[in-house]
């Protein structure tokens, strides 16, 4: 045995191997043993149970001393590689101008595309390697990346490429996303058709030619790109093999949801504008609706109907969006206190969101996201805590204790 965690206060969100997602009225119930151990090998998960039945003492041990012990957060959706930040924007924003104002100035997207054109793969490189430590000590085990920051081919692999040093680099578990559909950049203004020709035309070959992207998104919104245009994407990336994961709702009620369970998406995300026609797409899909809490918190936005999509029997995931512009923080502890602050989830259900949930919105629910036998052990051991639910309610505190990832133990800042 490598490692052997004992004396957990609460070892949760355990499942047995091959559940996928936990949906509807089961994402209340959260599977834990009180008092118990959890043992290590080769960065897996090789066993656990209660300190009743302990194995004999190992090697290496870490006394958990009565703390909550539970997977590594997995993040499914995030823009984490960006050049400089636009906290100008910000306060543009509280002196009264709305996102879409700020769009039209040049700022929002475009402000983002045009300092990342101008910055090199290197920079980009290490910016995100420091982000992703920050959320690594927040956490997260695991994390979707999307391009769009781009928007031409060059700078959409370039983007892509620096995903790819990331997974090579990182113990974090990455999965990469194209996004070349994120705006309209300045050489197609009002020409989004013309625009969209040249992603299916010039930048999905060369990003399926690279392999370098896992997954394909679209912005798909009011005053952004259309159910049409998004359609056409979705088709095109479909003969490469992408999946998608997309934007949809966030703005109005603008489809994307629907196109998005026709063309099988892993995941629709943000979801603020979803009524019943909307629910009625998701069920029975294989897609994943994920919310994203800290881009409606930071942008004023209403929230998404949480309580309805779980009672219609949904599941429901949890993501950041990391972002310059509209979620300057990758937190995913703060972002399941929102979700139980602000989308009246229970505990239970936040835990299930930010963890199995959005391992599947993600496409890693086979190596991460729960306490079963075999999974990487991307683990955190919290601080002193009374019990679980104190995780989303002291929400101004840190509470990561310890956090390993695939067995190891990093270092948190
Ligand atoms: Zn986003």
Known sequence: MDLLIRNIGQLIQIQDPGVRMVAGEAMSRLNLIHDAWLSVDNGRISGFGPMSRA????????????CVVMPGFCDP???????????????DRIRGLSYEEIA??????????????????????RDASLRLREIASQGTAAVE?????????ESELKMLRVIRRLKDTSAITIKSTFLGAHAVPPEFRNDQDGYVSCIIEEMLPAVAASRLADYVDVFCDEGFFTTGNT????????????????????????????????HRALSVDHLEWTGQAEIDAL????????????????????SPPARLMISSGLPVALGSDFNPGSSPAGNMMLMMALACIRLKMLPEEAI?????????AMGVEDELGSITIGKRASLIITKPVPGYAYLPYAYGSNLIGQMLLNGQLIEIQ
């Open 55 to 66: 194995p004999q003492p190992a090697d290496q041990e870490i006394d958990a001393s009565g």
């Open 77 to 91: 959706h995030t823009h984490l590689v960006y050049a400089g930040s636009r906290e100008q924007e910000f306060v």
């Open 104 to 125: 039209r100035r040049g700022g929002g997207i475009l402000n983002s595309a045009k300092r990342l054109r101008s910055t090199t793969e290197d920079e980009l490189f």
């Open 145 to 153: 990346i999307k391009s769009g920051y781009g928007l031409d081919t």
């Open 231 to 262: 359609a056409r994407i979705l088709e095109a990336a479909a003969a490469f093999g992408l999946r998608p994961k997309i934007h949809a709702n966030e703005l109005a009620c603008s489809g994307g949801i629907q196109i998005g369970v026709q």
């Open 283 to 302: 069920k029975g899909s294989d897609t994943m609706p994920t919310l994203l809490p800290g881009a409606a918190l930071f942008l004023g936005l209403k």
């Open 352 to 360: 299930q969101a930010a963890t199995i949930n959005a391992a599947y």
